[in-house]
């Protein structure tokens, strides 16, 4: 069992930055690959980005690719999402997410076990 708390998302201009945190609880953070999704008003649940157990490996959406990094500390139980360059578009509830198998690249909401509560992002002047 994992629980996930997302928090670092706010208001920002276009153009600006924010980086999200994802925590962990458990002792078994670093055998899961996380994602990262984000859902706009309306709109479907939309995959951002995912690492492998370690962070060493990621794969990201086109819409976000050059702009977003995943990063992770397994000591600290935390994966990050830093989002640089941010676009209106960008303004949505972002999620972390846990998979305990298969593999790491997974763009699928089913394709995870466990989610946080979400953290807004909005992008706007």
């Known amino acids: 069992q994992v629980q996930l708390v997302e928090s670092g998302g706010g208001l920002v201009q276009p153009g600006g930055s924010l980086r999200l945190s994802c925590a962990a609880s458990g002792r078994t953070f670093s055998s899961y690959s996380m994602g990262w999704f984000r859902q706009a008003p309306g709109k479907e649940r939309e995959f951002v980005g995912s690492?492998?157990?370690?962070?060493?490996?990621?794969y990201y959406a086109d819409s976000v690719k050059g702009r977003f990094t995943i990063s992770r500390d397994n000591a600290k139980n935390t994966v990050y999402l830093q989002m640089n360059s941010l676009k209106p578009e960008d303004t949505a509830v972002y999620y972390c997410?846990?998979?305990?198998?298969?593999?790491?690249?997974?763009?699928?909401?089913?394709?995870?076990?466990?989610w946080g509560q979400g953290t807004q992002v909005t992008v706007s002047s």
């Open positions: 997410a846990a998979r305990s198998r298969g593999s790491w690249i997974a763009t699928g909401p089913r394709q995870y076990d466990y």
């Open positions: 690492a492998n157990w370690s962070g060493d490996l990621t």
